[in-house]
């Protein structure tokens, strides 16, 4: 009798202990949400913290201006109740637009999990100027993981912002128009929804999917067997920021592949001339295969010097070959990009406690 008295007390402990480790979010509650994320980021702030779910229930969730509000603990899992119904917004001042000022979350911590959720930057695009840059994730972490997760943007809604970042999209939606999935790091982008905004009021200009600056990791941005939607301009798949970018779309299905420009890729490069970006598969909305059997692009870069009263400008150029072969295909697998990190199987151990979690609400 004894014994199981002691058990029962354990047990109890041990929920009570799971309990405390789930923080649930008011419906509809700014200020619930940021407590939350406030006490998840004071609790988990060592590397070896216990994993902290904060549970947000659908509902619209308004930062009004507030920008980087700060994810900095480790092991903390912010889950929503759907992708469409959980969303978080903020609306910066467009004076105030920039890559580093206007992100809904910046994310400086690891191991790090958002599911089920969008996340919308609304700051006014068209009334920006030359440049709108409205950041939804701003991650500065490594090994974070979004599954489900829907970002509304146009430029630079998704910034990578660490140079040695292992990070994983699964089943998840981005939104942009110009370098709107841009940065650092190792990034896998598996079964997404990529999708290009009107470049302008008008629809004209070009857009540009990606912008990687990869330089100290081997693999850069991976897009695998995603999907690419086109509401009205012109794309291409990327362009080099600086460094070493890495950028291969392997498996594409294109709505819309009259769209995509001739190139395929910006050949005028930023701040660099050398690349690696490559594709191979790509389909039509029937799953016709329509990738060309060759697409050598010359990338270019032209700089100005100004010398005495003479401007001097200078070019440089690199011809290479984008099309993989199936052989070079091969070597693209989550395994040799991440090693011993395995995101979608953490993925899928997540996706098990998801049901018994979400019956707190």
């Keep these: 009798m004894k014994r199981l008295f002691l058990l029962a007390i354990s047990y109890g402990l ?29 609790q988990n702030a ?22 980087l509000t700060q994810i900095t603990g480790h092991n903390i899992a912010l889950i929503g109740q759907s992708m469409e119904g959980t969303i978080i917004q903020n609306k910066p001042d467009v004076k105030k637009e920039g890559i580093s000022k206007t992100a809904v979350f910046q994310n400086r911590g690891t191991n790090n999990y958002f599911q089920d959720m969008t996340l919308r930057n609304a700051l006014d ?22 599954n489900r997760v829907k970002l509304l943007s146009y430029q ?64 850069g941005y991976i897009f695998n067997r995603c999907t690419v939607e ?41 701040n660099t ?17 329509i990738t060309p059997k060759t697409n050598i692009v010359t990338f270019t870069m032209t700089k100005k010097k100004q010398e005495g009263d003479k401007e001097i400008m200078t070019e440089q150029n690199c011809a290479v070959e984008t099309i993989l072969t199936e052989q070079e295909t091969a070597k693209y697998t989550i395994e040799n990009v991440f090693g011993r990190w395995e995101p979608d199987k953490i ?15």
Excluded at 347 to 361: C, S
Aim: charged share 25%; net charge positive.
């Design 14 to 42: 041990m929920a009570v202990g799971y309990a405390q480790q789930v923080i649930t979010v008011k419906k509809g509650d700014t200020k619930s949400l940021l407590e939350a994320i406030g006490q998840a980021n004071k």
């Design 46 to 67: 060592e590397k070896n913290a216990k994993q902290t779910i904060i549970l947000i229930p659908d509902g619209f969730y308004d930062l009004g201006e507030t920008v």
């Design 125 to 146: 695009y068209y009334a920006a100027g030359a440049a709108g840059r409205a950041v939804t994730l701003h991650d500065k972490g490594t090994r974070t993981i979004c």
């Design 156 to 219: 630079d809604t998704y910034y990578s912002d660490n140079d040695l970042a292992q990070l994983y999209f699964q089943d998840s939606e981005i939104h942009g128009t110009v370098d709107f999935i841009c940065g650092d790091g190792d990034v896998w982008f598996e079964r997404c929804k990529i999708v290009t905004e009107k470049r302008t009021l008008d629809g004209s200009g070009r857009n540009v999917i990606a912008a990687p600056k990869t330089s100290k990791t081997p693999w």
């Design 230 to 270: 086109n509401i009205v301009s012109n794309f291409e798949y990327a362009r080099g920021w600086h460094s070493t970018p890495h950028c291969i779309w392997l498996h594409t299905t294109l709505l819309s592949p009259e769209k995509l420009n001739k190139k395929r890729f910006d050949y005028r490069g930023m």
């Design 273 to 289: 001339v050398q690349n690696d970006f490559k594709e191979y598969g790509t389909m039509d909305a029937q799953g016709r295969d």
């Design 347 to 361: 993925i899928r151990k997540m996706e098990k406690k998801t049901p018994k979690i979400l019956k707190r609400l």
